[in-house]
Nanobody, 122 residues
Framework: QVRLVESGGGLVQAGGSLRLSCAASGRTFRTYTMGWFRQAPGKEREFVATVSGNGIITYDADSVKGRFTISRDNAKNTVYLQMNNLNPEDTAVYYC???????????????WGQGTQVTVSS
């Protein structure tokens, strides 16, 4: 079992930055692939970024490439999402997820956090 708790969301102006954190319970954190997904009102949950257990392999969605960076600190059981140059289209609830494979499809996630709201004003 893995428990995930996100933090760091909030309200920011367009062009601003936020860093999301996701703290995981358990001593097997390094064995899980981690990912970030987001869901805007009336839309399906979509992939944002994913990172392998050792932190070496990462993938980003085209919509965030060059602006968002996923990273992890296995010593702290935490995964991060650094978000720069935010725009109103990034407004959504952001979810942290854990799984056993690279997480580009939400159906592959085995565990989810409760989500954190990110709102970008124009």
């Amino acid at each position: 079992q893995v428990r995930l708790v996100e933090s760091g969301g909030g309200l920011v102006q367009a062009g601003g930055s936020l860093r999301l954190s996701c703290a995981a319970s358990g001593r097997t954190f390094r064995t899980y692939t981690m990912g970030w997904f987001r869901q805007a009102p009336g839309k399906e949950r979509e992939f944002v970024a994913t990172v392998s257990g050792n932190g070496i392999i990462t993938y980003d969605a085209d919509s965030v490439k060059g602006r968002f960076t996923i990273s992890r600190d296995n010593a702290k059981n935490t995964v991060y999402l650094q978000m720069n140059n935010l725009n109103p289209e990034d407004t959504a609830v952001y979810y942290c997820a854990a799984g056993n494979t690279i997480l580009r499809d939400p159906r592959h996630a085995g565990y989810w956090g409760q989500g954190t709201q990110v709102t970008v004003s124009s």
